[in-house]
C-alpha cells in the first residue's frame, strides 16, 4: 500500500491518495480543493481512481469533489447522514466563507460495516458521528484515515451545526481507542499519529 498526503484549501485539509502499487488502483478520500493539483498527482502516480470518499460533508473535504468526479469517472461515496450537505452550501457551511459549494449528489451512501477494495487492499467503513452525523473513519492494513474525528493531539470540533461532543468522544473510544496501538492515525488535518500516541498523549484520552 501506498499513500500521497496532499495538503489542500485555505486550511489545509489533507487529501489522500491510497493505492497498490501493483495494479495502481486508487481510493481518493477528501478531495477538498485544489482538483487540479490532486489530477497532477494522479497522473503523475499513474493512478486508476476507483472511489472518491468524502470522510464527512464540510465544504474544506468536499470542494474538488465536482472536478475529480468529471476527470477520473469516478464514483462519490459519502455517509448517508451527511449526503445532503454535499449539495447544500448552508449544510456544508461554504455559504458562510464566500464561495459556495454546491456539489454533485453521493453516487453511493456509506453504512458502518462497509467494505471497499481497491486492488488487494481491503478498508472498512467505520461509522464516528460526532463532529458531523456521518463522520466516517476508514480503517485496513494498519491504518485509519479519521477525518475530523480524531487528531494528533486533540479531536473535532463539534460546535458546528449538528455537532455533538458527547457522540464524537463515545465514537473515539468505542470505534477507534479500540483498534491496535501500532495502528497509524492519518487525520483530516495535520500530521499522523498513531493509536497508542493518542491513548497516552491526547488529553481528552490520556
Do not use: W
Not at 2 to 11: A, E, F, N, Q, W
Amino acid at each position: 500500500m501506498k499513500i500521497s498526503v496532499l495538503p489542500v484549501g485555505m486550511i489545509q485539509a489533507n487529501c489522500y491518495l491510497v493505492y497498490e502499487a501493483e495494479s495502481k488502483e486508487a481510493l481518493v478520500i477528501d478531495p477538498g480543493a485544489k482538483g487540479a493539483r490532486i489530477q497532477q498527482e494522479i497522473e503523475k502516480l499513474e493512478l486508476k481512481v476507483k472511489y472518491l470518499v468524502n470522510t464527512h460533508g464540510h465544504s474544506d473535504h468536499i470542494g474538488a469533489n465536482q472536478f475529480l468526479k468529471e476527470v477520473t469517472g469516478a464514483p462519490l461515496y459519502i455517509h448517508e447522514a451527511d449526503s445532503s450537505m454535499l449539495t447544500d452550501a448552508k449544510k456544508n457551511i461554504s455559504a458562510y466563507l464566500g464561495r459556495e459549494i454546491n456539489g454533485p449528489a453521493a453516487d453511493r451512501h456509506l453504512q458502518d460495516g462497509d467494505i471497499l477494495e481497491v486492488g488487494d487492499l481491503r478498508f472498512q467503513v467505520l461509522h464516528t458521528p460526532g463532529h458531523t452525523p456521518g463522520g466516517i473513519c476508514l480503517v485496513g492494513h494498519g491504518v485509519c484515515f479519521s477525518g475530523d474525528t480524531l487528531f494528533a493531539g486533540s479531536i473535532g470540533r463539534t460546535d458546528l451545526p449538528d455537532g455533538s461532543f458527547e457522540a464524537l468522544l463515545n465514537s473515539i473510544r468505542t470505534k477507534l481507542l479500540v483498534l491496535a496501538d501500532d495502528v497509524v492515525v492519518y487525520p483530516g488535518h495535520g500530521p499522523q499519529t498513531t493509536i497508542g500516541d493518542e491513548k497516552s498523549v491526547n488529553p481528552y484520552f490520556g
